[in-house]
């Protein structure tokens, strides 16, 4: 079946400018924060992605399946799918720009059916940036690194200052998260 797919990124941009300090290839991230819903391990129902640095401006991130992530009986809802994305495009951003962004748009093509104790390989690539606009799209491959694309996201993600989340975010646990990622470089800028 064919779809019509918009143009990609939506505007002109520029390639985006890859920190010098960013993790190399083949780094394993970890959470970015231990309570966090797409990553964290301190969250029992979550999504508990992991991700790798890949080679060219790319992460590899892996999603497993279970019954708590279902829609239909034995398949992946497509909302937590969506997250897992999010997370993983995240990621994409977070670790190779090092500054705080946030999604702005997330838009996500289902391909094929998700099954429980399926393993989703996501692929996020860096697009471009236009001021505070990072653009970045990811591929996730059903049941391994060169299984069929189940899914396609784009995103927007917007940099933004350290005040969008002092302002809106819990206080405390932004402190027990600076706190922590003292030991972890490669979430510093
Ligand atoms: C190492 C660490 C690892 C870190 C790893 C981290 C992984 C975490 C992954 C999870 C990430 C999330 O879920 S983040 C949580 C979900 N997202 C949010 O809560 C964001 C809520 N939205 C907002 O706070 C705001 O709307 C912002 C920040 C997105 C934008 O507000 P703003 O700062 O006032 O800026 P604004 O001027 O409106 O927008 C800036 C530019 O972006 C454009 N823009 C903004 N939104 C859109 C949009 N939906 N569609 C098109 N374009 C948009 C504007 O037109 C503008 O373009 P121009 O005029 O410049 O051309």
Redesign the pocket.
């Known amino acids: 079946m064919s779809r019509n797919v918009p143009d990609w990124p939506p505007v002109d941009v520029e390639p985006v400018p890859v920190h010098p300090k960013a993790p190399q290839a083949g780094t394993k991230l970890g959470p970015?924060y231990s309570e966090?819903f797409?990553c964290g391990d301190e969250v029992p129902t979550g999504l508990r992605l992991q991700s790798t640095m890949g080679d060219e401006h790319t992460v590899h991130s892996q999603f497993t399946v279970t019954a708590a992530h279902q829609g239909a009986p034995g398949l992946a809802h497509g909302g937590l799918l969506a997250a897992a994305f999010?997370?993983a495009l995240?990621?994409t951003v977070?670790?190779q720009l090092?500054k705080p962004a946030?999604?702005?748009?997330l838009e996500t093509d289902f391909l094929r059916p998700v099954p429980v104790g399926s393993t989703l390989f996501i692929v996020g690539k860096l697009d471009g940036m236009?001021?505070?606009?990072v653009y970045v799209s990811a591929n996730g491959h059903l049941d391994a690194e060169d299984g069929p694309i189940a899914l396609r996201a784009r995103a927007?993600f917007?940099i933004?200052a350290v005040e969008?989340f002092t302002t809106h975010g819990d206080k405390d646990a932004i402190a027990k998260l600076s706190a922590s990622s003292q030991k972890r470089p490669?979430?510093n800028p």
């Open positions: 970015h966090c797409g999010d997370e995240g990621a977070g670790y090092r946030v999604t702005g748009r236009a001021g505070r606009k927007l917007v933004v969008h490669d979430l």
